[in-house]
């Protein structure tokens, strides 16, 4: 027992602090412990090990140890389960974790959570577990929540919580002071009070700091914030998170068609939007679902991978027809099968790079129609002068290693060409498919490396048929 009372000890940091070896999230030895007292069944030592875990912490254990440890564990940690466990746990194995909880537990759970976090666990769920949560609400709460189910899919409306504290355009400091201190059923987190008119409408903010720094007599509608931003219950969510970033807002209103207020979003929501959607661009740029998690099995991985490996293969296919109208030339110098790969490597490289440049730009919505053609002309100006300098040394390995001065120059032309297509390519091809309304992220990659191989293998073999046979 007293080696158990020495891993408790040494894993019992304090929440809000980095572990001991300085870094935030789980130690490997805690992992350990928390495992063995699974294994052994002591649910007194498992209480004592995940008491000091931050949530994120826990669901981020759960998602790293397989399905039956999680599950025995899940069982072992009984009615400890918390709510906040529940919001930050991921998508991929949410479901998993709600079937195995107790039914009570996850009613106790789910009355924790603010009703943007149940709207959260419920839109990735199956019908029955639906309706076993919205079962352990309140009234109001399950009325709150099912109306939000009901505006779109990644809209503002499916976002926001309903939770508002709001007061009256005409209220003083101290109207307001009084109204906070007496309320008891405030949000557990909020940062604005949000003035209404006697229709409801939203006319401004007032932040909790200038409230308590101000003199009761002073009328709220004097100190609101210069920067009051109304959001539509329909806007799409991935907007709100742009604003929220561009905009530096903490929380904004919600309004519905007629401008009343609804409810509000706050910044931890729109950061975790904006967090996905960068989450999402990468794994569509690996041609990876975005649904990919290290808790797929192995056939949901390899189908989730195999539709752009596919995409992959056809362009490759036809990269490789390029070689093929010039196997006469490759027959006739060995010397430009070895190094085809120098040229293809060369330009994929530089094509990736643009095109990543050029997604990111897309999603931060700093590359518009406005400054296109001078990003176009930067990247292609990036790559010709690229091309010119690694073409240059290129040729110069190529003439040492081979000793035919014409294949240097060959070579080093087709580097150049190749660095420039592959510019041209990475930044003009995210831009079409953004203007045909289809995901850069997701298309681009099989497309930038296609222009690539096919300019490259045309420029290298077809300079050499032409100067060198």
Request: net charge negative.
């Amino acid at each position: 027992m007293a080696e158990d009372e020495d891993l408790i000890d040494r894993s019992a940091d304090t929440p809000n602090e980095p572990q001991s070896s300085g870094r935030y999230g789980l130690e490997r030895r805690t992992v350990a412990a928390i495992l063995d007292a699974v294994e052994s069944g002591d649910a007194t030592l498992l209480t004592q090990l995940m008491e000091p875990l931050h949530p994120a912490d826990i669901a981020d254990l759960l998602e790293q140890i397989d399905r039956d440890d999680r599950r025995a564990l899940i069982r072992l940690y009984g009615k400890e389960f918390d709510g906040d466990i529940l919001s930050e746990l991921g998508e991929s194995i949410r479901e998993d974790v709600i079937s195995v909880l107790n039914p009570q537990v996850l009613a106790d759970a789910v009355r924790e959570l603010d009703s943007d976090d149940v709207v959260d666990l419920l839109e990735d769920l199956e019908a029955p577990q639906q309706d076993a949560i919205l079962d352990a609400l309140e009234d109001a709460d399950r009325v709150a929540v099912q109306q939000a189910m009901t505006y779109p899919e990644y809209s503002a409306g499916r976002l926001m919580q309903r939770e508002v504290v709001m007061a009256p355009e005409h209220w003083s400091v101290g109207e307001a002071i009084d109204f906070l201190r007496n309320s008891e059923d405030l949000p557990d987190q909020f940062y604005h009070v949000v003035l209404v008119d006697p229709r409801l409408h939203p006319v401004g903010n007032v932040t909790l700091g200038k409230i308590m720094r101000s003199r009761r007599d002073v009328a709220l509608r004097d100190i609101t914030e210069d920067a009051f931003h109304l959001i539509p219950v329909t806007q799409y969510d991935g907007d709100v998170a742009y604003a929220f970033n561009q905009y530096h807002l903490i929380s904004a209103p919600v309004v519905d068609e007629d401008g009343r207020l609804v409810g509000v979003i706050t910044i931890d929501d729109a950061m975790a939007v904006l967090d996905e959607e960068h989450e999402e661009d990468i794994l569509r740029m690996a041609g990876v679902s975005e649904d990919a998690s290290l808790s797929d099995t192995i056939l949901e991985a390899a189908r989730g991978r195999a539709v752009w490996l596919f995409v992959n293969l056809l362009t490759a296919i036809l990269a490789s027809l390029v070689i093929d109208a010039f196997a006469e030339t490759i027959n006739q110098m060995v010397a430009l099968a070895v190094l085809m790969p120098i040229v293809a490597s060369m330009g994929g490289n530089a094509g990736t790079q643009t095109m990543t440049v050029a997604v990111r730009s897309i999603a931060t919505r700093d590359l518009t129609a406005q400054n296109a053609m001078r990003v176009i002309w930067r990247e292609v100006s990036v790559g010709a002068l690229n091309g010119v300098v690694f073409g240059l040394l290129m040729a110069l390995v190529a003439g040492v290693w081979f000793g035919v001065p014409m294949l240097a120059a060959v070579i080093g032309v087709a580097m150049l060409l190749t660095q420039v297509a592959a510019a041209l390519g990475g930044i003009v091809i995210p831009m079409a498919l953004e203007r045909l309304k289809i995901d850069p992220a997701l298309a681009s990659g099989p497309f930038v490396t296609t222009v690539t191989d096919v300019v490259g293998f045309f420029a290298f073999l077809g300079l050499a048929s032409a100067v060198l046979m």
